[in-house]
């Protein structure tokens, strides 16, 4: 079978696909070049800088296989893979030591200002008193995300003699006492303790400016804060005023909100050191990437299970259960970012209607994937995401019922918030064209399509409120795409959803909530 190389890969990992498959390595192709040759191919694999959309995916007639020699997936469109039949793959865990070590490299430079030292002596300046340190010795490390990434970095923070703080409400206190690791209840509690807050989040729209003009204000004006994570978690503009003005005492990040970047507001400040996001760039991760998708291709090719798949094999899947795939994923990822206070325990998946009759087994783990993946750094598969749910203290719970009142097909998400809220979504689709809706959301009937970014807000029904809502995004420069209204009767309570052009920063759904008084206000992105 014939494999295309388009970006820049391993030597060792093209070595292992050469051995059963003829490869051709082409980098730098354009979009129009891609589709041109992509029909010849049964694989295609990436790293970051070729692109594989629908277009690409579609015109690919003979593909089996896309694979990323890395982590990240943003660059793939998976749902159009997964409507194809074809399967996604990546190198889960190719960089997490690198980028683990990389975080620790970046709190030792930031506390004994090793580059600042460093850039002074070579251009002649003996300093000595100037680059004055600090030990992490009896430091407070906070840490923000508890994977798999995080809990490595507590770890060898742990053997400087650090005192480990963490948030990440998905993790069991008596997992996190096994790490040296005393579990906070909210960020801010994290932020106020820390000399040395390191991120570890996913990038959703709630953590979007988790750290930002009024969160860094709680810290002590000597601490410092790390990012290897994903850049936009930390706003750029509001850290580098918080540094200058005296409010912390510097920063290290190696992730950015746009890259690649050679502007910031952070780069001329002397008390802040960057990195091209080089967490991943070392001989043995980029070693790891190569042979791991090499292996994860061949085993594609064969017919095997892949263990790294993010999707699934298409021919094992029930066609009625195929075009729900993308929609379970986008139910998980709501309801988890609905849930008050975060979910837990229990939470049942019911398939009612007609997908009823069909094997859905996968179709609740395509849930579960959803659900984690707003609150785990490290990617979800199809095969972890049970392991990450059961280290999370989650089960789900999965129902079928062939009887539906109101549609052929339906798959609702319930369960109990950590709050102790009832919360329940759902959603359908509607030929022709599998076309996705979302009809309750919040407890709440409604009838809108998923789009990539979204907003919902749960309020009072009365008079003016949507046009405040309209006012106040187009006063943020964000446009709204599409809306919709859903109530249960006059007077009472209402759900507004909300479809939008870009990605909203959880201030502005604050300030939305404030305005309107609204109950609760969410912004997620669903892609």
């Known amino acids: 079978m014939k494999i295309l190389v388009a970006d820049a890969l391993a030597d060792s990992g093209v070595a292992a696909l050469s051995q059963s498959h003829d490869v051709d ?5 354009s979009k129009d070049e891609l589709i041109a040759v992509a029909p010849a191919y049964d694989a295609i694999v990436v790293r970051s800088a070729t692109t594989i959309d629908a277009d690409v995916i579609a015109a690919a007639s003979n593909l089996k296989v896309i694979a990323r020699a890395g982590v990240g997936l943003d660059n793939v469109d998976v749902g159009a893979a997964t409507k194809a039949g074809v399967i996604v793959c990546n190198a889960p865990q190719s960089n997490i030591i690198s980028a683990a070590e990389h975080t620790v490299a970046m709190i030792l430079a930031l506390a004994r200002n090793i580059p600042q030292a460093n850039e002074a002596l070579k251009a002649g300046r003996w300093e000595r008193s100037k680059w004055n340190g600090t030990e992490l010795h009896g430091k407070t490390l906070g840490v923000l995300g508890l994977g798999r990434i995080g809990a490595l970095v507590a770890q060898r923070a742990n053997a400087f003699g650090m005192k480990l703080v963490a948030y990440d409400p998905f993790v069991a206190p008596d997992r996190a006492g096994r790490m040296g690791v005393e579990l906070r209840g909210t960020v801010e509690e994290v932020m106020r303790e820390a000399d040395i807050l390191t991120i570890h989040l996913p990038k959703t729209a709630e953590t979007v400016g988790l750290v930002g003009a009024e969160s860094l204000r709680w810290m002590k004006p000597t601490a410092r804060v790390v990012n290897v994570a994903r850049g936009g978690i930390v706003d750029e503009a509001a850290l580098a005023e918080a540094i200058e003005e005296g409010v912390i005492a510097g920063a290290a990040l190696d992730v950015f909100e746009a890259e690649p970047t050679t502007e910031s507001p952070l780069f001329g400040l002397a008390n802040v050191i960057v990195t091209p996001h080089l967490g991943a760039s070392t001989e043995e991760a980029q070693d790891k990437a190569g042979t791991q998708v090499a292996e994860s291709v061949n085993l594609a090719l064969a017919g095997e299970f892949v263990p790294d798949a993010v999707n699934v094999q298409g021919g094992a899947i029930d066609d009625l259960v195929k075009p729900f795939l993308p929609l379970g994923e986008k139910l998980g990822r709501l309801y988890a970012t609905l849930a008050e206070g975060g979910f837990s325990g229990d939470v049942t998946v019911e398939f009612l209607g007609d997908i009823a009759e069909a094997d859905t087994r996968v179709l609740g783990l395509s849930v579960l994937k959803g659900m984690l993946s707003t609150v785990v750094a490290e990617p979800v598969t199809f095969v972890n995401a049970p392991l990450l749910a059961d280290e999370r203290g989650l089960s789900l719970r999965e129902v079928s019922d062939a009887h539906s009142e109101d549609y052929v097909s339906l798959v609702r998400v319930s369960g109990t918030t950590a709050a102790g809220s009832t919360l329940r979504v759902a959603g359908t689709t509607f030929q022709p064209g599998d076309r996705e809706r979302l009809v309750e959301v919040w407890n709440t009937p409604l009838d809108v399509e ?44 209402a759900l507004m959803a909300l479809s939008l052009d870009d990605a909203v920063p959880t201030d502005t759904v604050e300030g939305i909530v404030q305005r309107i008084g609204a109950h609760e206000g969410r912004a997620i992105t669903l892609s």
């Open 25 to 29: 390595v082409k980098t730098g192709l």
């Open 450 to 493: 998923p789009s990539d970014h979204m907003a919902f807000f749960r309020y009072d029904d009365r008079p003016g409120v949507i046009g405040t809502v309209g006012s106040a995004f187009g006063e943020a420069g964000v446009n709204i795409a599409a809306a919709q209204v859903g109530r249960r009767e006059v007077g009472g309570e």
